[in-house]
């Protein structure tokens, strides 16, 4: 066992799990530390691997936060691009997601896996309707644009 300390307020971490992933989550504030691969599992709850490919972290800054493990400053990011700050240990020891940030991941992923589902229809389509030879154009764009209802 270890004790890490919360990097907001510095009370111990407490063991426990969230959507199956075991975590350490600060009582106080109602954040938790993933380790590295925790995020990763967390993310598995609700996508697959294909859906779960490509950068995390994007416009990458310096944060306020310390690593709870090895103590060294962590880099805060936009997970997936999107408006959801989070904050790695730059030594890969895991992320710090403040309360209610492990929620916004899942939903995220979930906005993720329906974009992919709706751009392999939209291809799927697309590629019907030129096998066609754009014969049944009128139908594929009335589909793509909400069944021509007016």
């Given at each position: 066992?270890?004790d890490l300390k919360c990097p907001r307020?510095?009370?111990?971490?407490?063991?426990?799990?969230?959507?199956?992933?075991?975590?350490?989550?600060?009582?106080?504030?109602?954040?938790?530390?993933?380790?590295?691969?925790?995020?990763?599992?967390?993310?598995?709850?609700?996508?697959?691997?294909?859906?779960?490919?490509?950068?995390?972290?994007?416009?990458?800054?310096?944060?306020?936060?310390?690593?709870?493990?090895?103590?060294?400053?962590?880099?805060?990011?936009?997970?997936?691009?999107?408006?959801?700050?989070?904050?790695?240990?730059?030594?890969?020891?895991?992320?710090?997601?403040?309360?209610?940030?492990?929620?916004?991941?899942?939903?995220?992923?979930?906005?993720?896996?329906?974009?992919?589902?709706?751009?392999?229809?939209?291809?799927?389509?697309?590629?019907?309707?030129?096998?066609?030879?754009?014969?049944?154009?009128?139908g594929f764009f009335k589909n793509l644009?909400?069944?021509?209802?007016?």
């Open positions: 066992m270890r307020d510095q009370s111990l971490l407490k063991e426990g799990q969230e959507h199956g992933v075991e975590i350490d989550r600060c009582e106080k504030c109602g954040g938790a530390w993933y380790d590295n691969d925790e995020l990763s599992m967390l993310e598995a709850t609700v996508a697959d691997d294909d859906s779960r490919r490509g950068m995390i972290d994007y416009a990458k800054r310096e944060s306020e936060l310390k690593c709870p493990v090895c103590k060294t400053d962590m880099r805060a990011f936009n997970y997936r691009a999107h408006n959801l700050e989070l904050d790695a240990c730059t030594e890969e020891h895991g992320f710090w997601m403040d309360s209610n940030e492990s929620e916004r991941v899942r939903e995220v992923m979930q906005e993720r896996v329906a974009g992919l589902q709706r751009a392999g229809v939209a291809e799927e389509e697309w590629g019907n309707m030129l096998r066609s030879g754009g014969k049944k154009s009128g644009f909400g069944g021509g209802k007016k």
